[in-house]
């Protein structure tokens, strides 16, 4: 499966990796949106958010605690966020689940413009 994130968790191309379990990798994100980037997927290929089972689905609630462990070792306590882009829409070029934790700075909300319906 020619898949990059599978890669990283293969080992087969280089991360620089934040923290690692037998569930779950961590590392900083190639090309940054705020001054601290980092992505935490599961080791299991899982494609999307929307392909979740009550089975594979409990993984989430792990990362979510490792993300909480990561931010506090970051220094995160003014705050951040958590993104997981899903399909085309949303924005998900890496066809494997992960969650961007962006943070560092004030992020601007929302994310969609309304003025540019037409
Ligand atoms: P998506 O757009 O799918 O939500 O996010 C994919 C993210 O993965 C992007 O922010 C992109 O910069 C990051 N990314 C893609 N390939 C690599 C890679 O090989 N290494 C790292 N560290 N990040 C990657
Ligand atoms: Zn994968």
């Known amino acids: 499966m020619d898949c990059v994130f599978c890669k990283i ?7 620089n990796k934040l923290y690692e379990d037998d569930k779950c990798v961590a590392f900083y ?4 949106q705020a001054p601290v980037h980092f ?7 899982i494609e999307s958010a929307n392909v979740l089972t009550e089975e594979n689905a ?5 990362i979510f ?11 995160l306590e ?7 882009n899903c399909g085309e829409d949303g924005g998900q070029t890496v066809k494997h689940l992960h969650f961007h934790i962006l943070g ?14 037409v």
Do not use: M, T
């Not at 968790?9 to 991360?15: C, D, H, Q, R």
């Not at 994100?29 to 940054?32: I, S, V």
């Not at 605690?65 to 220094?75: F, G, P, Y």
């Not at 560092?104 to 319906?117: C, Q, R």
């Open 9 to 15: 968790v293969n080992g087969e191309i280089p991360a």
């Open 29 to 32: 994100d190639l090309a940054p």
């Open 39 to 45: 992505l935490v997927i599961p080791k299991e290929h």
């Open 58 to 62: 409990k993984v989430i609630g792990h």
């Open 65 to 75: 605690c490792v993300i909480a462990n990561i931010a506090k070792k970051l220094n």
């Open 78 to 84: 003014n705050g951040y966020r958590i993104v997981n």
């Open 104 to 117: 560092g700075k004030a992020l601007s909300w929302p994310p969609y413009d309304k003025s540019a319906e």
